[in-house]
């Protein structure tokens, strides 16, 4: 069973540093939904890709597959509806992913010893084996990415198919994508990209297209084009997403209290509260995935 | 009060941080990522069966096709070389796997007696000569030779075939040639007009 | 497809209408997105529904299932009055000059063409609906200015001149704006350096009038100059991998391999059936290419019954069997897929083979479908999966029709097939690609290639004819069954004979001493086939597929030194490896391109250079060869004289059900006038005050017709049938998201959930205010998860259009409630 090895730039509760002196150009993913026709190939070829068994849905009275992303569920493309000042009517397709951060929360708030990593080339991946199950990624992510499995207590998101792009391949959503929709090469090239595909956008009357690549987290591994820009809430976006402040405190100068607050006690309340606590989610919310994309 | 996990985490986030204990960290500043499933396949050069877009497709099956081998399929992605899909694929190409293998997937020959209310199973040979029996039957009784002005016709239209429409043009060419030359079947039909 | 899917990336504007190829084309639909990124071309979406090509449209026009001939005569209407049109390309490749014969007539008010005959409700004479021919040389009259108020052109700009975009709006339910927008985007490619498509699917061809709309489309793109050109084009998605190749090998009734017609029974002699199907020439100079019909016909006849078909016996022309007469005098029996079932249900079949159809799920009317097989005496389904089909005595299904498994004496046989990974052959694509596709494993257990189950029928019944006799066992015995393994005859072996092979040395034409082609030698060209018996092939438009030079389909070159996407060397494009058909008209009368960046074929003063010419490849232009050189007129027809049987112009005629009187003609013709309702018990069509609302069927981009349903992950994308439904009828009826909710048909009901959507819209219709809903197909009774029976042909009726036998399953009327 030897997997690739990757060289890691950051890894949860560790304070290694990077190996070397090689810089790897970082990777990234480009969607340009202007350019999605929502036709779910990315979602089922990550899943293919993958190995992961196909959930159980029903029909929720919208053509979106299911409210969220699943531990064996790791995009999935938002049909949200959008009705401009004009009384134009707009589909606006999204895939909803693991935005690959270039600071990202879930590294910092994860307590577990290389539980996640971020590679090189920028990826960051959940190593399923280090993991104990506690959730604070879930917490530390702004967009509410990462999904804990009710079997394995363990929690999932999306690789950015780690195990292609270290042989050279390109994810598995992005080769399958009809439309060029998603694209995938270094960040600095799609960058480019992003802003011609703007720049068009803005001709053809999309007059607020811009690139949604927050800098609240650094930026992102995956970069979106909006027609709507500013108006990225339409597309199910947090307009400025940022890590939890609670996050950021503890990682930085609160980092040492952290450590001192190693209370098996408290851990282990937590642990379970996480692991076997209500899953919860507020009714109105329901109502709202439930409503999105009719 | 109602509280969420999600919240629950965020408000607990600062107290709980800890597992590790920064700077006795003696990880490798390395990971493994998952085995690539298709380092060791055999590839096979396919087009998709679905939609008349004709994407090229290659099968990963286990083996290398030596005798010994049952091949299986591993995975299914689309060609990038091909000029059409240039490696893409829908939702419903990139599935193709579970077309093939799946659990309800027919591998026996079944017979439903006349009246009866279930399946049963039979062999080939059994289903072979049962059916060119009941066919040679209705052509013997139905076949017209001419009609009624005296027309030749040497045509029966008391059996239909219908069927190709993701066969391939040699079995649609085998079809008509066995069907319509050789038995004298005129209605044939495919799902082009349906 | 005239051009292919590479070729939509040279598009100015895309129309997209008839049809959802985002949904259910998603990767060719690709091209649409590069012309989009590239050219900045403009997409223009008209459909029922605001669905996924709409999504990433530049203009949606969301009008009634059903209306599409008249948006269309909308489109033609406003080209004309706007003069937008590319004149010369007109008066160059079509009959638009051509003049119309006396007597040739249509009547405003009753929406009817002369030669009506009123007591017999039916065209008893279209001989009016023809050109004026010059009795002396047999040619069409014509006149180059287009000024006779009898020409085609006048007649045509008279004809469409009622389809204002008031008129348009009251038919189709989309605001005038909404046209004119649309048509200022769609006929902006009048110009020579500017190119449109059309991408169309079953959104056309599922109807009453089908045939007339592919007809309306046509001439669009002749009057916009963008037939032949790249980038342009009239382009049919077909929905299946091989339903393309499956139509050009001759699976219809109605034709052999390569449309050649069938023989029919009042041709007594090989010569009479040649001179039915063998046009004459309308116009001086002309190629008029079907004057080779023999030579297909006969070394078709060849590859079927081989040295069992000589001159003596016509090449066998008695002993391939012939489309019987019909009851009434000058037709012909009817066996295509709906009278078919119609015919079964009156018990005029004995048994059916179906080889991958499931024709309770597939075929209009669901209930009738099931009648019909209940009185077959025997059935023989070869399949991957169970289906309903197969299986439709069973309880599970029969419990529609209400009757019980042992009142059903239908003897079934279901065997297992091989799929496609499991077996190797061609396909042939909607861009009529034929690739070929290699055997990745054996299929599972007792699981057979279907060319084994045709092979082992086919000679068990031979074998019982030898040893027992019977009758006529003539071509049974004679067919030229000649492969290696006869139980299991390798495709590689079918695909030769398929192109065909020399059987005698084949002379040069030109100088009978030189041998063109070597005995035993595989067939390059379609003129390399004879009428002599000295060669056969089994498909004459697949020559050129399996030559000397190998098996084409087989060719993964990708080079495209043309960057038009051409990829002239990657498989087989049939007909002779031409990649966009009507190519000549890419260029002008002096043979040079309309659009030098967009040159299919151009004349470099010897040839045509660039893609294989659709065109005698070393006529210069100057000496006025048509442009289609398959038409014996040489050009397009936009008047069609005489080969459909409703009309030689496109009028809007409505659907068999439809929530309105014709508000062109409310006092006359409403329906199509010659389409018929089938008679029997399940054959009832509804009226407007029962069933009010306008309901249509489609596919989703997350299942494959009813495959999928047996797929977990298929599933998972979309679990259950369900119902669009306007916002604003749900709120009349009290019905919200996922609630369930009947649709019912004069034919029958099926349950879904709804969906209340803001993607369809109320209309008014002739001054009515129209619901319309949508339902998609995929689901059924077998299948991977909980199928529940819902068959969206449960609802939909089995009225045909009457020149293609399609039925109407866009735009029939239905009542909505809660369940």
New interface residues.
Partial sequence: MAGKVLEIRAMSASSTPAPGIRSAPVVAKLIDTSACIGCKACEVACQEWNDLPPETTVQIGTYQTMPDTTPSFWNLIKFNEHETDDGAFHWLLRKDQCMHCADPGCLKACPAPGAIVQYNNGIVDFQQDNCIGCGYCIAGCPFNVPKMSRQTKKVYKCTLCVDRVSVGLEPACIKACPTNCLTFGTKEVLLQKAKSRVAQLQTAGFLDAAVYDPPGVSGTGVVSILAFGKNPEAYGLPKDPSVSFAVEIWKGPLKWIGNIAIVGGIIGTFVHYLRFGPKHVPEDDKAKQADAGR | MTTSRRDFLKVTTIGGVAVSILGFDLTSAYAEVREMKIARTTETRSTCPYCAVGCGIIIHTLGDKSANVKPAIVHIEGDADHPTNRGALCSKGITLKQDVVNDRRLTTVKYRAPGSSEWQEKSWDFAIDRIAHLLKQARDEKLVMADAQGHTVNALTSVGVIGGCTDTNEINYLLVKAFRAGLSIIPLEQQARI | MTNG??DIANADVVLAMGGNP?????????FA??A??NR?AKLVVVDPR?Q?????S?K?VQIRAGSDVAFLGGLINYALTHNRIQEDYVKLYTNATFLVKEGYAFDETTGLFSGWDKDKKAYTDKSTWAYDIDPKTGFANVDETMQDPRCVFQLMKKFYARYTPAMVSSICGCSPQDLEKAAEIVTSTYLPNKVGTIMYALGWTHHSFSVQLIHAAAMLQLLLGNIGMPGGGLNA?????????????????HN??GYIA?QK??Q?KFEDYLNAVRPKPLRPGVMNFMANYDRFVVSQYK???GKNATQENDFGF????????GAAPGTY?N????Y?FD??YEG??????????N?VC???HSRKAIAALSKL??L?V?????TET??F???RVLWLNGGK?????????????A?????????????R???W??????P?????P??EI?????L??????QKEG???PD??LA?NWWYTSPNK?A?EE??K??NGWAITDVMDEKDPKVVAVKAGDQLGKFLDARADGSTLS??WL?IGSYTQAGNLTQR?N?A?PSGL?R?SE?AFNWPANRRVMYNRCSADATGQPWDPTRADIKWNGNKWIGDVPDYKPDSPPEAGMGAFIMNPEGVARLFVPGQFVEGPWTEHYEPMESPVQNPLHPDGQSSNPAAKPFKTQWDKLGKPDEYPIVATTYRL????HY??K?????????????VEIPEELAAEKGIK??QYVRVTSARGSIVG???????IKPMTIAGKKVYQIGMPIHWGF???GDQEGSIANLVTHSV?DPN????EYKGFLVKLEKA
């Fill in positions: 899917w590479t985002a949904e259910n084309h998603p990767v060719g639909f690709r997105m590069e989009k990124r900045n605001y996924r090509t709409a999504a990433v530049d949606f998605l077909r929905g299946h991998s091989n339903i393309q190749g499956g139509t050009d090998c001759g699976m219809a009734y052999i391999c069938i029974a009042d007594a590859a079927y019954y008695n002993l391939h069997p012939k489309l019987p007469v029996q066996w295509s897929w709906a078919m015919h079964m005029q079949m004995d048994g059916l083979f179906s080889f991958g159809m024709p597939n075929g209009p005496k025997w023989v070869a399949e991957n999966f169970e197969a299986a005595w069973s309880e498994p042992e009142d059903v004496k239908t003897e079934v046989f279901l065997l297992p097939a799929n496609f990974a499991e077996k190797d052959g061609s396909f042939t694509n909607s861009a690609w034929i690739a596709k290699y055997k990745a494993l054996d599972p257990g007792d699981a057979k279907d060319q045709i092979a082992r029928i086919f068990k019944v031979r074998e019982l004819y019977g009758k006529y071509p049974v067919l005859p495709l079918v695909a004979e398929i089994g498909n697949y993964r990708g495209d996407g990829y990657w981009t997350e299942h494959f495959w999928t047996n797929n977990p992950y298929n599933l998972q994308e979309q679990p259950e049938f369900f998201s996922t959930k709804a969906m209340v959507t803001r993607r077998f299948g991977a045909v293609s036998f399609a039925p």
